[in-house]
């Protein structure tokens, strides 16, 4: 069975650019979650996608947006980078039943330098 | 606000002794606690975890213990070994949602 997949994995942009990353989740999972690893404040929740709606937001400024596409795979923009969105941006998929047990299961992620 | 704390940011052990990693939480609407796997370039791996509605959880090695009046929890690996080196996450979720809240992680290093 295929894990996440992410792409791209490295990339670097410049101040003021935007970029979009793009996660493949497990066959068979509808949810998709984002999440932004820096090395000081581990793993921040960015926002959930399932059945093509943002199901829950985090913490962050409106320039991070993302969407879910019929196929369940998941893309995130980032407008107008800033040097403090360098970071490793990480995809997760999950089932979310109502059974669920919670597990997340990640990309390898996608790490973004902003010079 | 860091509501899933880990207050050691790295640990070293010799092998075959037992690690003990530790976290905080602040939320007592957490009702669901993971302990996650780093290595480097790869995403993180669930390890184990483990409801609200129990003290301890037990997967071969790995053990984790909830102490909700404390607001505590800790993993053990028992017997360490050098493998397991890693940056372990521990992470929580609130009743009906999806999101993690994850610590910031603690390195383990396990000395052959």
């Known amino acids: 069975k295929a894990g996440v997949t992410q792409t791209p994995r490295y990339l670097i942009k410049t101040r003021g650019q935007q970029v979009t990353l793009s996660c493949s989740p497990i066959?068979?999972?509808?949810?998709v979650s984002w999440y932004q690893q820096t090395p000081g404040q581990g793993l921040q929740f960015l926002f959930e996608y399932f059945s093509e709606t943002q199901r829950n937001k985090g913490n962050f400024p409106g320039r991070f947006s993302g969407r879910q596409f019929s196929n369940s795979r998941s893309e995130m923009n980032v407008s107008t980078l800033e040097l403090g969105d360098s970071a490793l941006y990480l995809c997760?998929?999950?089932?979310?039943?109502?059974?669920?047990?919670?597990?997340?299961?990640f990309g390898e992620g996608s790490r973004l330098t902003v010079l | 606000d860091q509501q899933v704390k880990q207050n050691s940011p790295s640990l070293s052990v010799q092998e075959g002794r037992i690690s003990i990693l530790n976290c905080d939480y602040t939320?007592?609407?957490?009702?669901?606690f993971l302990w996650y796997k780093k290595y480097p370039a790869e995403g993180p791996t669930f390890l184990i975890s483990?409801?609200?509605?129990?003290d301890k959880n037990e997967d071969g090695r790995f053990t984790v213990f909830l102490n909700k009046s404390a607001k505590h929890l800790s993993l053990h690996i028992v017997p360490s070994q050098p493998g397991d080196s890693a940056v372990y996450f521990c992470?929580?979720?609130?009743?009906?949602?999806?999101?993690?809240?994850f610590g910031t992680g603690t390195r383990l290093t396990v000395i052959p």
């Open positions: 939320n007592s609407m957490f009702d669901y």
């Open positions: 483990i409801s609200s509605i129990k």
């Open positions: 066959s068979g999972h509808r949810s």
């Open positions: 997760a998929s999950s089932l979310r039943t109502g059974g669920t047990t919670g597990e997340l299961f």
């Open positions: 992470a929580a979720r609130r009743t009906g949602a999806n999101n993690l809240f």
